[in-house]
Nanobody, 124 residues
Framework: QVQLLESGGGKVQAGGSLRLSCAAP????????MGWLRQVSGNEREFVAA????????YYGDFVKGRFAISKDDAKNTVYLQMNDLKPEDTAVYYC?????????????????WGQGTQVTVSS
């Protein structure tokens, strides 16, 4: 049963922006770190960004290079991913995830719950 509900994907031209949202139930949002991973068909899922449960420390994949920003609204149990300056290589299915651990080396790991995924397509 998918408990993380994503929205905000779509098609955009290179250089454009999108904001993804992920709503989670109380038992997940309050218990885990939240983040985003992405997957291109045939490849492994790649860490994009994460935000820690209590203090909201943020972590990003190396490829982000200041283009994306993760944030959360504790009152709404929602995590956001603002994506700017999108590139065709950002085209992927983006998954919201809740995990036990966040680190610089591994990003978000120990995934306890996944969203259904939302497609982001960036055209050149």
């Amino acid at each position: 049963q998918v408990q993380l509900l994503e929205s905000g994907g779509g098609k955009v031209q290179a250089g454009g922006s999108l904001r993804l949202s992920c709503a989670a139930p109380d038992n997940i949002f309050g218990a885990y770190h939240m983040g985003w991973l992405r997957q291109v068909s045939g490849n492994e899922r790649e860490f994009v960004a994460a935000i820690t449960r209590v203090i909201g420390r943020t972590y990003y994949g190396d490829f982000v290079k200041g283009r994306f920003a993760i944030s959360k609204d504790d009152a709404k149990n929602t995590v956001y991913l603002q994506m700017n300056d999108l590139k065709p290589e950002d085209t992927a299915v983006y998954y919201c995830a809740a995990g036990h651990t966040v680190s610089v080396d591994q990003g978000l790991s120990g995934i306890a719950s996944w969203g259904q995924g939302t497609q982001v397509t960036v055209s050149s």
